[in-house]
């Protein structure tokens, strides 16, 4: 099915039902007790620093295992499942000595999630999709990384633009059918992200559905950076 038909498809599903997203890739991911080698592979093998943990990188190292969790979610029900792409933005995957790759991952994930919907969709009848993830990054906007120094900021919303605008591209290309800003805890992050995501509408004249989930603290509805 055609990109501009799934669309449609699943903003008609979307008007008649609740939709099942997927559940946490992390957790899945802990399962397998993947230990540093998973990650390595063969392209990574002489990397100089310790890479575990760097889930996004899976794509590229073991694809088979992030294909084996999206089918799972969709063999339990899922009408949606989310690329594995949380921390695939240069940010975050700095960390890692890493940010190059973002290039790789972000359509990797994307491919790889749109392949398995395509292939339990052909088997079922029935449509399945993908949201591409953009992560809330190590970075927060709102809030001064310095205790010392209460206007300090780390980053500014245009770097942070630009990192959004760069994953959304690639996540739309690997074959996203909607993008999800995922499990954020800073507003202005959101906005950001927001941001982006228009700017890349806008200029590719394309239109996608887009959701958003924040991280609440509690029955208050407050962030976890204290927004309301």
């Known amino acids: 099915m055609a990109a501009s038909d799934l669309t449609a ?3 008609q599903r979307l008007a008649q039902r609740i939709l099942i997203l997927d559940g946490g890739m992390g ?8 230990e540093e080698e998973d990650f390595r592979g063969e392209r990574f093998a002489d990397w100089s620093s310790d890479i575990k943990g760097n889930n996004d990188l899976l794509a590229l190292t073991r694809p088979d295992i992030v294909e084996a969790i999206h089918r799972a979610y ?3 029900g ?6 594995n792409t949380f921390n695939a933005t240069q940010l975050s995957q700095s960390d890692y000595g890493m940010q ?7 359509p990797e994930s994307a491919r790889l999630a749109r392949k398995t919907a395509d292939a339990v969709a052909a088997e079922t009848g029935i449509p399945r999709f993908v949201a591409g993830v953009l992560g809330p990054t190590s970075r927060t906007l709102s809030i001064s990384p310095d205790v010392n120094d209460p206007g300090y900021r780390n980053i500014s919303f245009d770097e942070l633009v630009d990192q959004y605008f760069e994953a959304t591209d690639a996540l739309v290309q690997g074959g996203a059918d909607l993008l999800l800003i995922e499990t954020i805890f800073d507003t202005l992050n959101a ?8 700017k890349y509408f806008d ?16 029955a208050s509805g407050r962030t ?3 927004q309301t």
């Open 191 to 198: 906005k950001a992200a927001i941001f982006a995501i228009e």
């Open 74 to 76: 969709f063999e339990a």
């Open 203 to 218: 200029e590719r004249e394309l239109r996608l559905p887009v959701m958003i989930s924040g991280t609440i603290t509690d």
């Open 27 to 34: 957790t899945m991911l802990q399962s397998y007790g993947l």
């Open 78 to 83: 899922a009408d949606i499942v989310e690329t």
């Open 100 to 106: 190059a790759l973002v290039h790789e991952i972000n």
């Open 224 to 226: 976890l950076s204290g």
């Open 9 to 11: 498809s699943l903003t």
